[in-house]
């Protein structure tokens, strides 16, 4: 079955870090067009981290100079190393391939 799985999130105090990984569940090739959103209560889902077609990363503006989007293509992973994170981190942050979505894993970040 073709996935992707989530992992690494959880409660964290402002300022804290947390690391999320995204494991694919078939074998990726490479990394472009790969990468993580999220989602606040009421709000749409926005782009966090993601390595665009080239495989380049980029970045949403609110997270530019706190997070950073790695990868390991031989174990079919992506990381999302957040640090600095405020309360509007909060969300569910969502793994994403190419039209395919994981089932998300939740930050929360408590002032």
């Known amino acids: 079955q073709v996935r992707l799985v989530e992992s690494g999130g959880g409660l964290v105090q402002a300022g804290g870090s947390l ?10 090739g490479s990394i472009n067009d790969m990468g993580w959103y999220r989602q606040a ?10 390595f665009d077609v080239a495989a380049w990363p980029e970045y ?3 997270v530019k100079g706190r997070f950073t989007i790695s990868s390991d293509a031989s ?4 990381y999302l190393e957040m640090n600095n994170l405020k309360p ?14 994981g089932q998300g894993t939740q930050v929360t970040v408590s002032s």
């Not at 209560?41 to 993601?50: F, H, I, M, T």
């Not at 174990?75 to 992506?78: E, F, G, L, Q």
């Open 88 to 101: 509007e981190d909060t969300g569910v942050y969502y793994c994403h391939r190419l039209g395919l979505w």
């Open 60 to 62: 949403g503006d609110s």
């Open 41 to 50: 209560p009421g709000k749409q889902r926005e782009l966090v981290a993601s």
């Open 19 to 28: 690391r999320l990984s995204c494991v694919a569940s078939w074998n990726i």
């Open 75 to 78: 174990s079919n992973t992506i």
